[in-house]
């Protein structure tokens, strides 16, 4: 607590952040855009030349703002989208979707399972043995998200209208039953460009995000808070993989398209607008300005009204 009240004192705006994060929402999304960036990166956002990737992705979010977007950002309405764009049989098993726990027979759930929020990004329980689970303890993490608008965190405007439920996914792991690797398509105007592979993602010791190019040559970019693993092989189906990225990324300035591969074959991950919510610190610093290149903005807002 001290910590923070240090933090605040020394940069008075945090309070503005503070009072949002818990429910007072007194600013416009601009606005609020343009403190919190000098908060974390200590300088301006530019939203009327936006060069850096994370400039651009707060652009985004203020001015291209289509209706199906909330849909794409639904874990449990993504799925019927994608299936529809690459088959139903890429996407992982759903068991149930609820609107409260109340409404969840634990007895009848397998002994394996995944359960999370459709709205959000943190409310995750992964049950591997279902007697071993400390399901009261476990769901106050679910409950608690249920309360929130994700949008509010950061202005990822699809969330703000989607309506949370939970929903529990079939258990998904490989033959050695080790953990999942996700491969993260950064989707440039409907060109896969850029693939993050993370690892070891519930690992003691960091997860790994280790970056490539599309054609899968090393990246040099770094988050400080994790390890890269340059002994990640490239996975068998990489070509289907770019293929359906471009596929779920046509007619949009930028998106990732996010993917596992299990047993030899592919299944649908996530579709995420907003990487890190645009408060990336990519390292070294050049590579901010090197993924900005790659985006090109329209030249003006987009809504669904401009498509009349």
């Known amino acids: 607590m001290i910590s923070k009240i240090k933090k605040v004192l020394k940069k008075p705006l945090w309070i503005i952040v503070f009072l949002n994060n818990r429910g007072l929402h007194i600013i416009g999304d601009e606005k609020y855009l343009k403190i919190l960036y000098k908060l974390v990166f200590d300088k ?110 950061g202005r990822e405007w699809p969330y703000k209208n989607v309506k949370p439920r939970i929903i529990i996914e079939k258990y998904m792991c490989t033959k050695e039953q080790k953990e999942l690797i996700d491969y993260k398509f950064f989707c440039f105007n409907g060109n896969p460009k850029i693939i993050l592979v993370c690892s070891e993602r519930f690992s003691s010791n960091n997860m790994c995000e280790t970056w490539f190019d599309d054609k899968w040559n090393f990246l040099d970019i770094i988050e400080s808070s994790h390890r890269v693993d340059k002994t990640i092989k490239k996975p068998i189906n990489l070509s289907k993989m770019m293929e359906f990225s471009k596929k779920l990324s046509k007619d949009i300035p930028f998106v990732r398209v996010d993917f596992y591969e299990i047993n030899g074959k592919t299944y649908f991950g996530e579709l995420t607008f907003f990487p890190a919510s645009g408060f990336e610190r990519f390292e070294p610093k050049e590579w901010d300005y090197k993924l900005g290149e790659m985006l090109k903005l329209p030249d003006k807002k987009i809504s669904d009204d401009n498509e009349k």
């Open 44 to 153: 301006n956002l530019d939203l009327i030349n936006p060069q850096t990737f994370n400039e651009k992705i707060q652009w985004l979010k203020i001015n291209d703002r289509k209706e199906i977007y909330t849909k794409m950002v639904d874990k449990y309405e993504v799925k019927n989208y994608v299936a529809d764009v690459i088959g139903k049989e890429y996407i992982i098993p759903t068991i149930g979707i609820y609107n409260k726990l109340s409404d969840i027979d634990l007895s009848k759930l397998p002994d394996k399972f995944v359960m999370k929020c459709t709205h959000d990004s943190g409310g995750l329980i992964i049950c591997k043995d279902k007697k071993q689970l400390n399901f009261n303890k476990e769901k106050k993490k679910i409950a608690k998200s249920l309360k929130r608008n994700f949008y509010y965190s």
